[in-house]
T-cell receptor, first 114, second 112 residues
Framework: ETGVTQSPTHLIKTRGQQVTLRCSSQ?????VSWYQQALGQGPQFIFQ???????GRGNFPPRFSGLQFPNYSSELNVNALELDDSALYLC?????????????FGPGTRLTVT | GENVEQHPSTLSVQEGDSAVIKCTYS??????FPWYKQELGKRPQLIID?????GEKKDQRIAVTLNKTAKHFSLHITETQPEDSAVYFC???????????FGQGTILTVHP
């Protein structure tokens, strides 16, 4: 069984730029959720994708957007980067029939905005 | 929205002692409660979970208890080992679309 993978591992961007982060779900998992984890805090829910559609959204502005592909992999896009966007971005996948509850995390992408 | 409070924020124990971390939540309709362990620079790892139709669940040295009436649940680690040192997060699943709301985390340090 293949675990959740994310790319890139680290990324440095300048304020105002755009970034795309990628996530491959665990084998057999069809739901992907994205979280933002600031230093010293718990992950904050951004949104979840199921069947290639956004299935729910947390308290994040529209400049955070995403996609899910037919193979269940997913992208997180952030436009007009702000300094406060610096964080660890985690994706988590869950398998069919669980209602998206048992979520298994990838290693994350560390984004630094300067 | 869901509000999750986690205590203590730091916990220091001697090897072999027990450790207990507690979380309270606000939405009485919540029905899934996982615990994650996150080592420095690593991904959160699901270590145990409990659903609302169960009061207690054990997996070797780890157990979770749930009190739905009081809206709190706890992680119990017995016979702690130095490799248990990490940040532990509780989480609560919302009533829709798989949103996990996390507690603030507990830094557990196990001294040899």
């Amino acid at each position: 069984e293949t675990g959740v993978t994310q790319s890139p591992t680290h990324l440095i961007k300048t304020r105002g730029q755009q970034v795309t982060l990628r996530c491959s779900s665990q084998s057999g998992h069809n739901t992907v959720s994205w979280y933002q984890q600031a230093l010293g805090q718990g992950p904050q829910f951004i949104f979840q994708y199921y069947r290639e559609e956004e299935n729910g959204r947390g308290n994040f502005p529209p400049r955070f957007s995403g996609l899910q592909f037919p193979n269940y992999s997913s992208e997180l896009n952030v436009n007009a980067l702000e300094l406060d966007d610096s964080a660890l971005y985690l994706c988590a996948s869950s398998r069919p029939g669980t209602g998206g509850d048992e979520q298994y995390f990838g290693p994350g992408t560390r984004l630094t905005v300067t | 929205g869901e509000n999750v409070e986690q205590h203590p924020s730091t916990l220091s124990v001697q090897e072999g002692d027990s450790a207990v971390i507690k979380c309270t939540y606000s939405d009485s309709a919540s029905n899934y409660f996982p615990w994650y362990k996150q080592e420095l620079g690593k991904r959160p790892q699901l270590i145990i979970d409990i659903r609302s139709n169960v009061g207690e669940k054990k997996d070797q040295r780890i157990a979770v208890t749930l009190n739905k009436t009081a809206k709190h649940f706890s992680l119990h680690i017995t016979e702690t080992q130095p490799e248990d040192s990490a940040v532990y997060f509780c989480a609560v699943l919302g009533t829709s679309y798989g949103k996990l709301t996390f507690g603030q985390g507990t830094i557990l340090t196990v001294h040899p």
